[in-house]
């Protein structure tokens, strides 16, 4: 009974928090239009994440959450796009605690009901790892597509390097690079990139306007420096740039094969519980017709 009562706190603290964003009447007006498709969409945004939001920036965002925030913002703003806004941050950081919330808080009330406490501490568990599991997942895509980028960009300065070498512009050598997809005509991340700010500057927009919005999509250190040479060199072109793309590369080169190793090690350890789990259970076919000759 007590786990049923804790599990009751729990959701009268979520309302109160709701409803300090909110206002009680608009929360009441939710409830009685829920019936509709648009009332029950209102409700749940009266209900979600956005109410946690409009209720701690009404009230204050305290500065070490806000500080986390921007960190995660930097993350995901690279993977969603630059129409990404911090808003849409905070009501990913909402959600993922409200699903949190909301499993700790059925944990409770399971538990009260089948008059076992284990299963409170399970709910309790499962909504602290699905909560750090939605924010681990946005750290390992942002890994993920840095180490995309790091494999690709060695062969993008090889290219270049041979093209303007070989007398081309930085204009057209980049357009050509654009026009041919890497590795048998596999798209991608920075390829799509590239072909996004050769066709900006088709379309009318500045070299250096096109290759920094190049460069903050990519949002990588060594993309930068890719884009900082390029822009302090390319209208001198010829050798002074290939020497200089020349410089850059070599150290590329050493990153995406230690971004190679990386992954490989990465494929291996995930092949260890599915080889140890097929282990055990051919262990237990080959095991238990023995086991029953014995016994008989």
Known sequence: MRLV???AVMGL??????????????????LVSS????GRRELGRRLGAEAIVLLL???GMPQ?????LAILHALM???????WTVRETRLFAANATGYGYLA??????????????NIAWLGCICGLLLTIGRLREVHNQARRRKQELLLALPDLLGKLTLLIGAGETVHRALAHCADRPPGHGRESLLHNELVKAVQAMSNGQSFSAAIEAFSRRCAVQEVSVFTTVLLLNYRRGGDQLSLSL??????LWDKRRSAARSRGEEASSKLVFPLTGIFFILMVLVGAPAMLLMNG
């Open 35 to 38: 019936s509709s498709t648009r």
């Open 57 to 59: 920036e009404t009230r």
């Open 77 to 83: 703003r690279p993977l969603k796009g630059e129409q």
């Open 246 to 251: 020349r410089e850059i590369s070599l150290p």
């Open 13 to 30: 603290i979520w309302l109160a928090l709701v409803s300090a964003s909110s206002g009680w009447k608009a929360v009441l007006r939710a």
């Open 5 to 7: 009562l804790a599990s």
């Open 64 to 68: 070490v959450l806000d500080d986390r």
């Open 104 to 117: 700790a808080a059925a944990g409770l009330l399971v538990a009260g009901i089948a008059g076992e406490p």
